[in-house]
């Protein structure tokens, strides 16, 4: 082979190496803008669903703060009005949060609902309830906070492990009182679960 075209062919595949090369970098680079991108905008609407969240506790907190008068000295076996408001708000929150990329995030928002459903276990007057839904909401606003300034989740709280162990009592409770009303005959009940579980608050 001549020398010319010997040299002539090792420059070509010089060329195509370095062109391959270079669309290589650009593909590179354009993934990882297209990757920062869709991060930022991930980001963005995690921001503007938390503040939204947010907004929507912090009304709860203090329409909760108003709730007084013969509303809290009702039965919790009684349906009261101020829970619309309660659940529409606790509603709105959901919707939010459910946005949020974060799962950890939402996993721990969903489990502080459903402690706030079970607001029954709090005790037999919606004084109580009041108060348990208004600890609830003052955590979830806490970690919604921390979700926003970028820190750490923090972990439950031992009062909200606490709540769990008593929303779980309760249902108990309320199962066993259902099958006594299926199955009255006093031969079927054992009387040390007469007074397992009381409706006092701790």
Not at 151 to 176: F, G, M, Y
Not at 190 to 196: G, N
């Amino acid at each position: 082979m001549q020398p010319e075209v010997l040299s002539g062919l090792i420059g070509f595949g010089g060329a195509l190496v370095g062109g391959v090369a270079s669309l290589g970098g650009v593909w590179l680079t354009l993934s990882h803008q297209r990757k920062q991108a869709r991060e930022a905008r991930l980001r963005e609407i995690g921001q503007v669903a938390a503040d939204k969240a947010l907004n929507e506790l912090i009304t709860l907190g203090e329409f909760l703060g108003s709730v007084r008068g013969d509303v809290a000295t009702m039965r919790t076996d009684e349906s009261a009005s101020y829970l619309d408001t309660v659940f529409g708000h606790m509603q709105n929150i959901e919707r939010a949060v459910a946005r949020i990329p974060d799962r950890e995030l939402r996993d721990h928002v969903k489990v502080l609902l459903m402690v706030m459903r079970r607001f029954r276990a709090a005790g037999v007057l919606h004084f109580f309830a009041v108060s348990w839904l208004s600890e609830l909401t003052d955590e979830l606003t806490e970690l919604l906070s921390a979700y926003i300034r970028s820190d750490p989740l923090p972990p439950l709280s031992e009062r909200t492990e606490e709540k769990q162990r008593r929303a779980v009592q309760h249902e108990l409770a309320q199962r066993r009182r259902f099958e006594r009303l299926q199955d009255p005959d006093p031969a079927n009940v054992d009387p040390r679960e007469e007074d397992a579980v009381g409706d006092d608050p701790a």
